[in-house]
């Protein structure tokens, strides 16, 4: 294999990307680079392809792995090992959000739950910190719940609530308008707000059948 001009710029990206993310550079280059590889490469091809050193792909494929974007395989009468990255791009989205949810999202409630319990079992003077941590937790709470929603739905699901995001966006912001608000409060969601999101899904739905 040879890189063409747009794959390259594209590795180059992705590993610039990847390094703004908290992703080592290398890791996200050997992604990129198995994301547009027609055909499963080697450690050894991809060192080459990428002038990096071999220990510093496997290092990479390694944890690529355990991300579950990239798959070992085997090809009948080659001993070496292969890698292939996932194709599909909304299974890949969702491989990666579980995986930041479960590095990051999920010890941030944990941190979260027991900053505000030693907040509460502290003075008066605590007060405010416990009000602003509470508000941090039921926010990343929300998100997790949230996620937790969306990743539950089939892909062609998927793709169509992220189609009908712009109505969706358009629906919230005149519920906000009405309401006279700015900023988050965890009393916020209502019935209301709940069933325009499941008539914008049902709309979206009907565009894309």
Not at 22 to 34: D, E, K, P, S, Y
Not at 55 to 76: A, D, K, Q, Y
Not at 92 to 105: C, D, G, N
Request: glycine content about 6%; hydrophobic content about 40%; aromatic content about 6%.
């Amino acid at each position: 294999m040879t890189l063409t001009p747009a794959a390259q710029k594209f590795v180059l990206h992705w590993g610039e990307m990847g390094q703004a993310w908290g992703i080592n550079r290398t890791m996200a280059q050997v992604h990129a680079l198995l994301f547009v590889s027609p055909s499963p490469l080697d450690a050894e091809e991809i060192s080459k392809l990428l002038d990096v050193s071999r220990s510093n792909v496997s290092t990479s494929l390694r944890e690529l792995i355990t991300w579950g974007v990239v798959r070992r395989v085997h090809i009948i009468g080659d001993r070496r090992d292969r890698f292939e990255a996932l194709k599909d791009v909304m299974e890949t989205f969702r491989v990666i959000m579980a995986e930041r949810k479960r590095r990051e999202m999920d010890p941030t409630i944990l941190l979260l739950e027991n900053c505000v319990r030693e907040a509460k079992a502290g003075d008066e003077s605590e007060q405010y910190t416990r009000e602003q941590l509470e508000k941090m937790l039921d926010f990343t709470r929300m998100v997790t719940e949230w996620y937790s929603h969306i990743d539950n739905l089939p892909i062609p699901s998927l793709l169509r609530l992220f189609r009908g995001g712009t109505l969706i966006a358009k629906l919230f912001t005149k519920a906000g308008a009405r309401k006279g608000q700015i900023g988050f409060d965890p009393a916020d969601s209502d019935e209301s707000e709940a069933e325009a999101l499941v008539r914008a899904g049902a709309e979206a739905d009907g565009r894309g059948a």
